[in-house]
């Protein structure tokens, strides 16, 4: 798994502040010397709607289709996912958790019997997308996410809970760790063990 910052809003404070000043008619209060603690008072208020005028993408690679799908759950961002419908997943890896591993030994047996069948089927003409309803869920894919700050605050603070489930919450450590480095000051209240 490899999560990596495409691209972002240039300079997110002052967007943020300009669009959270807009409220206020306080446009002329902006300092750039003071735009952090202003966005943190924003954060620690409640008063994220601002948050909203900044977004950041980032390329996600070598996660399953599972955890795939708790991603796109968080509908206010954009997603470019990859296509099982002309991607050819033969030399896609499946990924197993570690749980599953140790409590079935068969497991990697039912992968590539699973991956076997599907060569078979889409040498044989069946086409790639109906062929792929036989694969696991832990499939390999990537896709492209883009969210705008406030998204990725509530990303952050579901999944980086010791509730989620392990891959999906490496995914939100690495998207943590993009943030930490670039806008320490959107991780505001949000912690993680």
């Known amino acids: 798994m490899k999560v990596e910052l495409l ?10 502040s300009m669009a959270a000043r807009t409220c206020y008619a306080s446009r002329k209060k902006d300092n750039p010397m003071n ?9 620690k208020a409640g008063h994220e709607t601002p948050l909203e005028f900044a977004s950041a993408t980032f390329d996600v690679s070598g996660i399953s289709i599972s955890c795939q799908n708790q991603m796109v759950r ?6 470019c ?3 099982g419908r002309y991607v ?7 990924i197993l958790p570690y749980g599953l591993l140790s409590a079935y030994e068969g497991a990697e ?3 590539k019997e699973a991956k076997e069948l599907y060569k078979k089927l889409v040498i044989n003409g069946v086409k790639c997308e109906d062929a792929r309803a036989l694969l696991p869920q832990g499939m390999a894919t990537n ?35 993009i ?6 000051w959107l991780l505001e209240g949000i912690y993680y063990e």
């Not at 968080?74 to 997603?79: F, N, V, W």
């Not at 705008?148 to 760790?177: C, G, M, W």
């Not at 943030?179 to 320490?184: G, L, S, T, V």
């Open 7 to 16: 691209d972002s809003t240039t300079d997110p404070l002052f967007v943020i």
């Open 35 to 43: 735009r952090v603690d202003f966005v943190k008072g924003l954060i």
């Open 74 to 79: 968080h509908r206010h961002a954009s997603y």
């Open 81 to 83: 996912v990859q296509s």
């Open 88 to 94: 050819d997943q033969r030399k896609n890896d499946c």
């Open 109 to 111: 047996d039912y992968v």
């Open 143 to 177: 896709l492209c996410v883009n969210m705008n700050f406030r998204t990725i605050r509530h990303f952050l603070k579901l999944r980086l809970s010791p509730r989620a489930q392990a891959e999906v919450r490496q995914v939100a450590k690495s998207i943590y760790d």
């Open 179 to 184: 943030c930490n480095d670039k806008w320490p």
